[in-house]
């Protein structure tokens, strides 16, 4: 790599990249008309696509195991953050609620805070059938009815209408025109399966 001074472009690589940005802005060494030409050139554009996405798994599976690692040590630290609040939880609290000053509710030293709320008892419905016919007896106005449309249950004879008859389409109805993509594959990334 050779780099001049801050404001001259860095040559890196068959790259050219601005100093200010970090952004590519051409290439030296290959494709220099800057266009696609013949197959060869598309060979080398192929070459490169596949050299880049080479980089890219290389560096995702890098960043996976940093992560893997960074997981475990954390693991590591909320085991004994855990064993210390199992193990003095209870006469800490005790201690700091003596500790407390008058009509507050926060125990505050140099390392951190203990406080003291109530929360609210909660409610939560694991029986939907169930809670709904209570309800419907007692608080009728907290039931939730709402519909919509399965697009994915639409006939094709409603798709083909809707997405070429704009005047009978329903309001809120926006259609996304067909449209080819087209996608340079070269390295594939294995699957979570194939690590």
Do not use: H
């Not at 085991?79 to 003095?88: A, N, P, V």
């Amino acid at each position: 790599m050779d780099t001049q001074s801050n404001d001259e472009l860095i040559r890196e690589n068959g790259w050219v990249i601005d100093p200010n940005t970090g952004e590519v802005i051409g290439v030296y060494g290959w494709l220099e008309k800057g266009v696609v030409e013949s197959e060869q050139d598309l060979w080398i554009l192929q070459k490169k696509m596949l050299d880049v996405d080479s980089l890219i798994i290389g560096e995702r599976a890098q960043l996976k195991r940093i992560q893997e690692m960074c997981e475990k040590r954390i693991k590591a630290l909320e085991s004994r953050r855990s064993w210390m609040e199992l193990k003095y939880g209870v006469t800490a609290t005790e201690v700091a609620r003596e500790l407390l000053p008058r009509n507050k509710k926060t125990y505050t030293s140099p390392y951190g805070e203990i406080t003291f709320r109530s929360s609210r008892a909660k409610i939560k419905f694991t029986n939907q059938e169930a809670a709904v016919a209570w309800a419907k007896c007692y608080q009728p106005d907290a039931i939730k009815i709402a519909e919509s449309v399965l697009v994915s249950k639409l006939s094709t004879q409603s798709v083909n209408d809707l997405t070429t008859y704009e005047g009978i389409r329903p309001d809120g109805c926006e259609i996304t025109p067909e449209q080819e993509v087209v996608k340079f594959v070269g390295l594939k990334e294995p699957t979570p399966n194939e690590d």
